[in-house]
């Protein structure tokens, strides 16, 4: 199973104290928009997205449809196929991707200690 680009989505207090200590670490500005209160930092092959008032935890994130650069992958396995095949194995899901529709969806699910794993196609 092909998840897609993977990075740390970070509930913050503070984006832009959040985002001097990352940029500290190496980590640049790949995306977002920080007025809007969000950010996608990358260092190497690693990416956070730091989010102000968005979401309660931290959770995982998985981008079918993009690699670590936020390129468009030529081939890749649609957020509703990955949606099915999990449910096949029994996840639960906390939000579910509207199987009707094409293109840009997500969902989301728990793994068993309650962190938020987000699964979020963005073409």
């Given at each position: 199973?092909?998840?897609g680009?993977?990075?740390?989505?970070?509930?913050?207090?503070?984006?832009?104290?959040?985002?001097?200590?990352?940029e500290?670490?190496?980590?640049?500005?790949?995306?977002?928009?920080?007025?809007?209160?969000?950010?996608?930092l990358?260092?190497?092959?690693?990416?956070?997205?730091?989010?102000?008032?968005?979401?309660?935890?931290?959770?995982?994130?998985?981008?079918?449809?993009?690699?670590?650069?936020?390129?468009?992958?030529?081939?890749?396995?649609?957020?509703?196929?990955?949606?099915?095949?999990?449910?096949?194995?029994?996840?639960?899901?906390?939000?579910?991707?509207?199987?009707?529709?094409?293109?840009?969806?997500?969902?989301?699910?728990?793994?068993?200690?309650?962190?938020?794993?987000l699964?979020?196609?963005?073409r």
């Open positions: 199973m092909e998840l680009a993977f990075s740390i989505s970070l509930t913050v207090k503070d984006l832009n104290k959040s985002i001097a200590f990352y500290k670490l190496g980590f640049q500005a790949m995306g977002g928009d920080a007025t809007g209160g969000w950010i996608i990358k260092n190497g092959s690693c990416i956070i997205g730091l989010f102000q008032g968005m979401f309660e935890k931290n959770m995982l994130t998985f981008n079918p449809g993009w690699n670590e650069n936020a390129e468009n992958l030529d081939t890749f396995t649609d957020i509703r196929a990955l949606q099915n095949d999990l449910k096949s194995k029994g996840i639960t899901f906390i939000a579910e991707a509207d199987e009707s529709t094409s293109g840009p969806a997500h969902f989301m699910i728990e793994d068993p200690d309650g962190n938020p794993i699964v979020d196609q963005h």
